[in-house]
């Protein structure tokens, strides 16, 4: 195998909280054998903080596919353009949705708070919100909707709209991406030259489904059913093993 690619939450990371002590020797192992890569909901710097710094200079795929970034580059940015983005953001407001919107490293909060707000803000010490006019100025990467009642009409308004814009349903943690154009993980690979038919690939939800189906070995955590069965499936506490018994057959 050339590769492994690890989704985050819900895959090596349960609640939010940084990766365990032993799926981190697990990866640190594996990667003596082939390059490990990080395909995350998260952006970038949301990534990071749940990652050990002997794995920062990993290839980091995130908001679904919209960014790519290796050692402070981005080699993929996607962005909305700004008529979408503000025309999107009153619909958000004037439904008063709690949200958050990214840009590439900045992001800013609804005007209707939220628990997620303080887990965002917990992440980011150096980096607090910001106002999402200089969030708009950035460019939007992604918008987080925190309230699945508005999914339904949300989705209806867009559908009525000219937008560039694909949704993506975060069904275990009960909220939806909203992020420009053809976005996602597998594609993102695909323009990094990224094969997933030479990788491994753990993933545990829909986000998850298009590069489980191409990869070479293929790993569900959990329940999650993808339409093309996997090559294996393991519970949350079997990931660090399951990492292990990997590396030591790609090292044979």
């Given at each position: 195998?050339?590769?492994?690619?690890?989704?985050?939450?819900?895959?090596?990371?349960?609640?939010?909280?940084?990766?365990?002590?032993?799926?981190?020797?697990?990866?640190?192992?594996?990667?003596?054998?082939?390059?490990?890569?990080?395909?995350?909901?998260?952006?970038?710097?949301?990534?990071?903080?749940?990652l050990p710094d002997e794995l920062h200079d990993a290839v980091m795929v995130g908001c679904n596919g919209g960014m790519a970034w290796q050692r402070g580059e981005?080699?993929?940015?996607?962005?909305?353009?700004?008529?979408?983005?503000?025309?999107?953001?009153?619909?958000?407001?004037?439904?008063?949705?709690?949200?958050?919107?990214?840009?590439?490293?900045?992001?800013?909060?609804?005007?209707?708070?939220?628990?997620?707000?303080?887990?965002?803000?917990?992440?980011?010490?150096?980096?607090?919100?910001v106002e999402r006019d200089t969030v708009m100025a950035q460019g939007v990467n992604k918008i987080l909707i925190l309230d699945m009642a508005l999914r339904e009409?949300?989705?209806?308004?867009?559908?009525?709209?000219?937008?560039?814009?694909?949704?993506?349903?975060?069904?275990?943690?009960?909220?939806?991406?909203?992020?420009?154009?053809?976005?996602?993980?597998?594609?993102?690979?695909?323009?990094?030259?990224?094969?997933?038919?030479?990788?491994?690939?753990?993933?545990?939800?829909?986000?998850?489904?298009?590069?489980?189906?191409?990869?070479?070995?293929?790993?569900?955590?959990?329940?999650?059913?993808?339409?093309?069965?996997?090559?294996?499936?393991?519970?949350?506490?079997?990931?660090?093993?399951?990492?292990?018994?990997?590396?030591?057959?790609?090292?044979?």
């Amino acid at each position: 195998m050339r590769y492994a690619i690890f989704d985050i939450d819900g895959t090596i990371s349960q609640a939010g909280q940084p990766i365990s002590s032993s799926v981190a020797n697990a990866l640190l192992a594996l990667r003596e054998h082939c390059q490990v890569v990080f395909a995350s909901a998260r952006p970038v710097r949301d990534m990071l903080p749940l990652l050990p710094d002997e794995l920062h200079d990993a290839v980091m795929v995130g908001c679904n596919g919209g960014m790519a970034w290796q050692r402070g580059e981005f080699m993929i940015n996607e962005k909305f353009d700004a008529d979408s983005a503000a025309s999107m953001l009153g619909w958000l407001d004037n439904a008063r949705a709690a949200y958050v919107v990214e840009s590439h490293w900045q992001y800013g909060f609804s005007p209707i708070a939220h628990d997620f707000h303080d887990y965002v803000r917990s992440l980011n010490a150096t980096f607090p919100p910001v106002e999402r006019d200089t969030v708009m100025a950035q460019g939007v990467n992604k918008i987080l909707i925190l309230d699945m009642a508005l999914r339904e009409p949300l989705l209806e308004y867009l559908s009525a709209q000219p937008f560039n814009v694909v949704e993506k349903l975060h069904r275990f943690d009960h909220c939806f991406d909203l992020m420009p154009g053809q976005t996602d993980k597998v594609n993102a690979l695909d323009r990094l030259a990224i094969a997933p038919e030479h990788a491994i690939i753990f993933g545990n939800d829909l986000n998850d489904q298009a590069m489980l189906a191409r990869a070479a070995h293929s790993v569900v955590v959990g329940e999650f059913q993808p339409t093309t069965p996997p090559h294996q499936r393991v519970a949350f506490d079997e990931v660090a093993q399951a990492i292990t018994a990997l590396a030591d057959r790609v090292a044979a």
